[in-house]
């Protein structure tokens, strides 16, 4: 596994041993990023990255011209590959890793608002659902934040009525939602 663009391109990342945790694949990253860069929704941002597995999608990021990331993530080996993967790149100094559940607690952030919020959780599962929900009681977005979850082709997302969505691309049995604020007049 490795960086795809910015500054840290072609430099490898620690992988998973087993299959435990599921990192996007090259190509899926690659396609995701190119959207957020059309978007204009990396240069500058602080990214939140939740279920962070082995950290690539923020770290991508930060490559790509992100100011910041806080990684979180609940598994004990998900924590330690991040933190091995900022380390190898000498990238302590833009990053923030939290181990918390998700799910159930997102006030370590601390009311931070964050200008992209990427989200890979474990499919079919309906993290995603709870963990916007989740987002939305924290307030750990505004109207400029861009929202975006990985999840299985097939999966449906309920979404709380102040997020809507704005896009969707589909690779094979992935998809790739986005969602921001929807404006109050």
Known sequence: ???????????????????SIRPTSDRQR??????L??????VNANV??????TGALGIECLSRGAQSVVFIDNSFQSIGLIKKNIQHLQIEHFSTVIQSNILNDLACLNGQVFDLILMDPPYQKS???KTLSNIVRQHCFDMHTMIVAEHASNEVIHVPKSIKQ???RQYGKTKFSFFQEIYKS
Do not use: Q, T, W
């Open 48 to 53: 939140l990255d939740l279920y962070a597995g």
């Open 30 to 35: 690659e396609s995701l990023f190119n959207i």
């Open 1 to 19: 596994m490795r960086i795809i663009s910015g500054k840290y391109k072609r430099r490898s990342l620690v992988s998973p041993k087993d299959m």
């Open 127 to 129: 993290y995603i659902d």
């Open 166 to 168: 704005v896009e969707s």
């Open 37 to 42: 860069n059309h978007m204009n929704s990396i």
